[in-house]
């Protein structure tokens, strides 16, 4: 199946589910498209054994695609610049400290929890797997997924503050997954040195790395921008061209250099974000142009996403272990996502005061997504990488349909409840 044909079929299919679920089904976008997708995907598990039709070339297009290659190494950067490039940094500056420690020390937390509690669980079942791997499942499935979470805040009017920590928690939890997956996996299969000081320079490299190449990319970014500005021209094709080669050039030379891709994309696009807020001049002339363009990027991006989330059924391997595994692993999870909010939060409040959020709210703002589904479909071949691929996606179906269809109505009871207008 040629990359053409991939390619045509998945925008077909994306299109017909957005319309079937615009005019029929009528849920949050992401929500009611990869509903229709896994739907339609059991439906054609379904024909296939009992041998009705020719239901092959299905799976053979899931394969084609290649999920966790075309996530993490092209739809991830597109997706977190486009997020990043529309944030108000000075708002976001104001609760740095909070989005910090969520993004860092809470998904270590987070990431701890959920491992030490799944090796409990999964021995239980007579499933032999290794402590590193289990937390390694914590550091796959502990980043939130934004994309459905802040459509349902913005839909139900949600307080800015809320907003603005779940954003910057998503965009920077998101790099941290990757870099703490990296070394988590470095670590299990043995390619890393399990020594402070091997850890500690993994984590300056990947982490310092990409900031200080998003920073030099996206300050080189600006100043090609302003030139074009400047000189008077009224082409804003050659700036949009600009900010695709700094995302596409930056995330590649990101892989390169060996340094955090995702953290670079979602530097160079806060820096430019900023210095768009802070220009003045004929500058304000161009930025609706490139603001209308990746948030058309990123709509169509995240219909793709959901759909390939739920063509993926296609090509698991499904147990009955796992479902009962799920049963328990899923509270878990959401257990856990508690302790890694609430406690920061509560930590923080002794310093400086964090107006009309808690644990609880941010707990169900949990949603997981795509990342999650690529880092475990990224795991090696020698590892338990079934398992751990179903469970994933077990708990991301769950996390996008139960969390996403039930956190309107909380948002609601919470605002009610606090008298938030």
């Known amino acids: 199946m040629s990359l053409f044909t991939v390619f045509a079929i998945v925008i077909t299919l994306t299109a017909i589910f ?10 949050p976008g992401t929500i009611g498209i990869m509903l229709a997708s896994l739907i339609s995907s059991i439906v054609f598990l379904v024909l296939g054994s009992i041998g009705f039709g020719h239901t092959e070339w299905a799976t053979d297009l899931v394969i084609a695609a ?17 997020a990043a490039l529309r944030v108000n940094v000075t708002k976001l500056k104001e609760f740095a ?7 860092t020390f809470g998904i270590v937390i987070s990431s701890l929890f959920i491992g030490f509690a799944m090796y409990w669980i999964v021995s239980h079942f007579g499933v032999d797997l290794p402590i590193l791997y289990a937390i390694l499942f914590g550091a796959i499935i502990s980043p939130i997924d934004a994309v459905v979470v802040l459509k349902i805040l913005k839909r139900v009017n949600a307080d800015n503050t809320m907003e603005t920590i779940i954003t910057g928690e998503s965009l920077f939890n998101d790099a941290a997954a990757v870099v703490l997956f ?5 670590l299990a299969s043995g390619t890393t040195s399990m020594t402070a000081v091997g850890i500690g320079e993994f984590f300056l490299r990947e982490a310092l ?16 921008i302003l030139q074009i500005v400047y000189k008077g021209s009224d082409n804003h094709i050659v700036i949009i061209l600009l900010t695709l ?27 430019l974000a900023k210095s768009r807020h802070d220009s003045i001049g004929t500058e304000y002339e161009h930025r609706h142009y490139v603001r209308d363009f990746w948030e058309v990027i990123d709509e169509v991006l995240n219909a793709v996403l959901f759909v390939l989330i739920g063509l993926e059924v296609l090509i698991l391997n499904f147990k009955q272990t796992y479902f009962l595994g799920c049963s328990l692993v899923i509270p878990v999870i959401i257990i856990a996502r508690y302790i890694s909010v609430e406690f920061p939060l509560v930590f923080l ?15 169900w703002t949990g949603i997981r997504g795509g990342v999650s589904i690529a880092l475990a479909l990224s795991l090696p071949d020698d590892s338990p990488r079934n398992i751990l691929l179903v469970l994933t996606y077990i708990v991301v179906v769950f996390s ?16 009610k409840r606090l008298g938030i207008e």
């Open 97 to 103: 400290l909070t989005i910090a420690y969520l993004a």
């Open 245 to 271: 080669a700094l995302v596409s050039g930056g995330y590649t030379l990101a892989e390169l250099l060996d340094v955090s891709g995702p953290l670079t994309s979602v530097v160079s696009g806060l820096f």
């Open 400 to 415: 996008i349909i139960v969390q996403g269809l039930t956190l309107g109505p909380a948002v609601k009871w919470y605002k």
């Open 349 to 363: 409040r002794l310093f400086r005061p964090i107006p009309r959020i808690k644990g609880l709210i941010m707990t």
């Open 209 to 224: 790395g990409g900031l200080g190449l998003g920073l030099v990319l996206g300050y080189v970014a600006h100043l090609m």
């Open 66 to 82: 290649d999920f966790n290659h075309l996530f993490m190494n092209g739809m991830l950067s597109f997706l977190l610049f486009a």
């Open 182 to 186: 990296v070394l988590l996996l470095g």
């Open 18 to 27: 957005s319309y079937i679920n615009e005019i029929y089904i009528k849920l």
